[in-house]
């Protein structure tokens, strides 16, 4: 049974923007802080950024300035805003939902001109 449903990932020249979406049930969105992370080849599944219930994000380093995470309450949606994008962002994309331990089937994302 999916749980998450993500979407949004493709093939971007660096510089560009994407826009990654997941869409979960209301219970798991209401209860959860919702994150992205991404894992390349070969490398570990890192933390891209969350954002809690009450709305407050959090980024790793490397895409402070650069990615934005959203949540949508009424759809139940978190967002993932990537801009300015560069060809180490290239990666397998995950959504989480933090407290109950759920993932997305992953997106990928690749940066490449």
């Known amino acids: 049974q999916v749980q998450l449903v993500e979407s949004g990932g493709g093939l971007v020249q660096p510089g560009g923007s994407l826009r990654l979406s997941c869409a979960a049930s209301?219970?798991?969105?209401?209860?959860?802080?919702m994150g992205w992370y991404y894992q390349a080849p070969g490398k570990q599944r890192e933390l891209v950024a969350h954002i809690t219930t009450g709305g407050r994000p959090n980024y790793a380093d490397s895409v402070k300035g650069r990615f934005t995470i959203s949540r949508d309450n009424p759809k139940n949606t978190v967002y993932l805003q990537m801009n300015s994008l560069k060809p180490e962002d290239t990666a397998v994309y995950y959504c989480?939902?933090?407290?109950?331990?759920?993932w997305g089937q992953g997106t990928q994302v690749t940066v490449s001109s």
């Open positions: 209301t219970i798991i969105f209401k209860t959860n802080t």
């Open positions: 989480n939902a933090r407290e109950w331990g759920y």
